[in-house]
């Protein structure tokens, strides 16, 4: 979708690089990406005519609305500083997930970015639980297998809030595997419901792959939210860093 509006824009093939992936049905509203425009290319970035007050990259941010459909935004548009890579120069990724307990769901308005959870949760059994999760571990049970692919992560963040009906969780980890997220969510959930110990969560950290005991949250209710990034100096550092396969 992107790249197929960067590709008319800029009249040459372009791929998109996204700090993440994110599953189907999943939102993004920090969402960082790059693309590698060849000098050739670049001048078509600019119209023949700009607005009084534009910054350089506004224009391009204008035509992109044109071309992609009204769920899809570009917000900003910058030069990369060298050696920048929006995956692989991430320090970590931040997510929301929320749930509303409403005896009546979701309003409307809403509905695609809460998940309806239709029974009572116990929101201090569940940051309880989350505690015991933080830090370096393989997160192979909460994680969807994908080959050749590491499973150890580092958790520094995972609390619970509440506001009336809304239950909101606030996830930040250096990277995530595959439904990582959803799949905390979801265990802790079955602590929330009392159908599972506080303790259990931890133990899941002792296995080798995803536990079959519990379901991944639904995917409406989760939002990345941000990237963070070094300073231009030190992306060439972190690049080797994430780039370097991690092992139990």
């Known amino acids: 979708m992107l790249d197929e509006a960067l590709t008319t824009v800029f009249r040459a ?20 990406a790059h693309v590698d425009v060849p000098p050739p290319a670049l001048p078509h970035a600019y119209p023949r005519s700009s607005r009084a007050g534009e910054t350089e990259f506004e224009p391009l941010v204008r035509r992109l609305g044109r071309f992609l459909p009204t769920d899809v935004r570009v917000l900003d548009i910058a030069r990369a500083p060298a050696g920048f890579d929006a995956r692989f120069s991430a320090l970590r990724r931040h997510y929301v997930y929320r749930l509303s307990t409403a005896p009546y769901g979701v309003e ?3 509905a695609r970015y809460i998940t309806a959870w239709p029974r009572p949760l116990d929101v201090d059994a569940m940051t309880v639980a989350s505690r015991d999760l933080l830090g370096l571990h393989d997160f192979a049970g909460f994680c969807r297998h994908r080959p050749n692919a590491t499973t150890i992560r580092d958790l ?4 619970w809030s509440r506001d009336g009906d809304l239950i909101t969780a606030h996830v ?15 265990a802790l959930l ?3 419901e009392h159908r599972r110990l506080v303790s259990w969560c931890r133990e899941l950290l002792t296995a080798t792959s995803r536990s079959s ?23 060439e550092a972190r690049n080797l860093v994430t780039r370097d396969l991690r092992t139990r």
Request: proline content about 7%; charged content about 20%; hydrophobic content about 40%.
């Open 13 to 32: 093939p372009m791929r998109l690089r996204a700090a993440g992936r994110t599953d189907t049905g999943v939102h993004a509203t920090g969402q960082v």
């Open 108 to 110: 409307p308005q809403q």
């Open 156 to 159: 520094q963040r995972l609390d």
């Open 172 to 186: 930040s980890a250096d990277a995530f595997c595959w439904q990582m997220v959803r799949s905390l969510v979801g």
């Open 190 to 192: 079955a602590v929330g």
């Open 213 to 235: 005991d519990y379901a991944a949250a639904p995917a409406q209710g989760l939002t990345l939210v941000g990237v963070d990034y070094p300073p231009d100096d030190q992306l």
